[in-house]
C-alpha cells in the first residue's frame, strides 16, 4: 500500500505564506503524477495543482501566480509554496498520488488532508 502524509497547513493573515508538503511511502515502485486538491466548505473538491514525474505541472487559474508545486523525486514528496493567500483559499487541501506497487499497475492515492485557514 502507499501512504501520503501531508504537514504544513495552519492560520494565516491574508498576504501570507504557506507551504504545504506530502511524502509518500509505503511499498512503492513508482510514482507519476502528484499533486493538490481542495475542498472548501458547501463545495466540491477542486484541482490545485499537479506534477508529473517529468516536472510538467498545470494549476487551477485560481491560483496561477500565487502557488508553485514543485517535487522531490527521490523522496516521493511533493510540495505546494502558496503565497499572496486569500481567504478564498480557505480550504482542505489534499495531497494526491498516481503511484504503482506493482510494476505498470498503478492506481490512486490520497492523503488525509490539511486544513488551511486565510483570515481577512
Known amino acids: 500500500q502507499v501512504q501520503l502524509v501531508e504537514s504544513g497547513g495552519g492560520l494565516v493573515q491574508a498576504g501570507g505564506s504557506l507551504r504545504l508538503s506530502c511524502a509518500a511511502s509505503?511499498?512503492?515502485?513508482?510514482?507519476?503524477?502528484m499533486g493538490w486538491y481542495r475542498q472548501a466548505p458547501g463545495k466540491q473538491r477542486e484541482l490545485v495543482a499537479t506534477i508529473t514525474g517529468s516536472g510538467r505541472t498545470k494549476s487551477a487559474d485560481s491560483v496561477k501566480g500565487r502557488f508553485t508545486i514543485s517535487t522531490d523525486n527521490a523522496k516521493n514528496t511533493v510540495y505546494l509554496q502558496m503565497d499572496s493567500l486569500k481567504p478564498e483559499d480557505t480550504a482542505v487541501y489534499y495531497c494526491?498520488?498516481?503511484?504503482?506497487?506493482?510494476?505498470?499497475?498503478?492506481?490512486?492515492?490520497w492523503g488525509q488532508g490539511t486544513q488551511v485557514t486565510v483570515s481577512s
Open positions: 494526491y498520488a498516481e503511484a504503482s506497487t506493482i510494476p505498470g499497475i498503478y492506481g490512486d492515492y
Open positions: 509505503g511499498s512503492i515502485f513508482s510514482v507519476a503524477d
